[in-house]
C-alpha cells in the first residue's frame, strides 16, 4: 500500500467498535530478503539469495527493498498510532513454497515444523498480528 497509516486508519473506521483485524507483514528479523530489491537502478526479484539484507537499518534497508518489513515492537506503536489495540502477536516459519529445490521442501520444512515450538520461530518469515479497534 501505498500510505501504511491511511491503510489502518480505514481498516479502523470499517471495523466495528470491539471489532478484530488480523494483518500479516514481513518479520525484520527474518534473515533473507523475499521481496525484491533495487540495485543499480534496476528491480532483482530474487533477493532471497542474498541473506541479511533484512537485517541492515531500516534507513539503509528502505533504500534497496521494494517492500516494508516490521519488528514486533514497529508494529505495536503502528496499531497504537492508529488507534488499534495490539492483542497478540507472533510469527510465521516460512512455507518454502518458493524454494527452488523441489527435493529440499520436505526435509527443510520438517525442521521447520520442529523449531516452531522454539525461540527461533522469532526469525519467521511473517508477523501475525491480532488487533482490535476499541469499544470507545
Known amino acids: 500500500v501505498d500510505d501504511e497509516k491511511a491503510t489502518l486508519h480505514e481498516m479502523r473506521r470499517v471495523l466495528k467498535p470491539g471489532g478484530s483485524l488480523i ?3 514481513p518479520n525484520k528479523r527474518y534473515p533473507l530478503e523475499t521481496h525484491g530489491v533495487r540495485w543499480r537502478g534496476k528491480f532483482v526479484p530474487y533477493s532471497y539469495w542474498i541473506p541479511f539484507l533484512s537485517w541492515l537499518p531500516q534507513r539503509l534497508h528502505k533504500k534497496i527493498a521494494v517492500a516494508r518489513i516490521y ?3 514497529g508494529l505495536k506503536e503502528l496499531l497504537t498510532d492508529c488507534n ?3 492483542l497478540k502477536m507472533t510469527q510465521m516459519l516460512p512455507p518454502l513454497d518458493q ?3 523441489a527435493w529440499l ?3 527443510l520444512r520438517q525442521m521447520l515444523m520442529r523449531a516452531d515450538n ?3 520461530r522469532r526469525f519467521g518469515v511473517t508477523i501475525v498480528a491480532l488487533a482490535r ?3 470507545t
Open 133 to 135: 479497534r476499541p469499544l
Open 23 to 25: 494483518l500479516c507483514v
Open 84 to 86: 488499534l489495540q495490539p
Open 118 to 120: 522454539t525461540p527461533l
Open 99 to 101: 524454494l527452488p529445490f
Open 71 to 73: 519488528t514486533e515492537r
Open 105 to 107: 521442501r520436505k526435509p
